[in-house]
């Protein structure tokens, strides 16, 4: 089955077995997030996946290019601590959004970045990226 991936699969996707602000290092200036990320419209427009440095487990395009929607809804708070695949509310307003994208700031790109919109929310910043869930309903 194919769906879209819960908040917290998405940023261990992200993070690949990272714990820093971004899959490639700290990097506090920004300065190697051009290698990494299309962001602040430094391309006018979404691109091609893969023309960028991938994450430690070969994914491209992790930070920045496009914000991808999450199944999860956005809590205004998560709930802090160390969980195993935590799951977001079972309702709310907002769906969530990460990764940032082309035309926002370097710093909605960190892996930690949370955000949202309305799940009819349609823009040209917005995507998705699917994963497999063999055996689930």
């Given amino acids: 089955m194919y769906r ?8 261990y996707a992200c993070r690949a077995w990272t714990s820093t602000r971004f899959s490639y290092g700290d990097d506090p200036g920004y300065t190697n997030l051009a290698s990494y990320a299309w962001y602040e419209n430094t391309a006018g427009d979404q691109q091609e996946v893969g023309q960028k440095l991938p994450n430690p487990w070969g994914l491209h395009d992790m930070h920045g290019n496009i914000e ?5 809804w956005l809590a205004d708070h998560l709930s802090g601590g160390i969980a195993i695949d ?4 079972t309702s709310g307003v907002y769906r969530v959004l990460r990764g940032g ?7 909605e790109c ?5 955000g ?5 929310y349609v823009y040209d910043t917005k995507g998705f990226r699917i994963v497999l869930a063999p ?3």
Avoid: F, H, K, Y
């Fill in 86 to 89: 935590p799951r977001g509310p």
């Fill in 4 to 11: 879209l991936p819960t908040e917290a699969e998405w940023e």
């Fill in 101 to 107: 994208n082309w035309d926002g700031s370097a710093e």
């Fill in 110 to 114: 960190r892996s930690g970045r949370r």
């Fill in 135 to 137: 055996g689930q309903p």
């Fill in 68 to 72: 991808e929607w999450c199944q999860d």
């Fill in 116 to 120: 949202g919109a309305l799940p009819d």
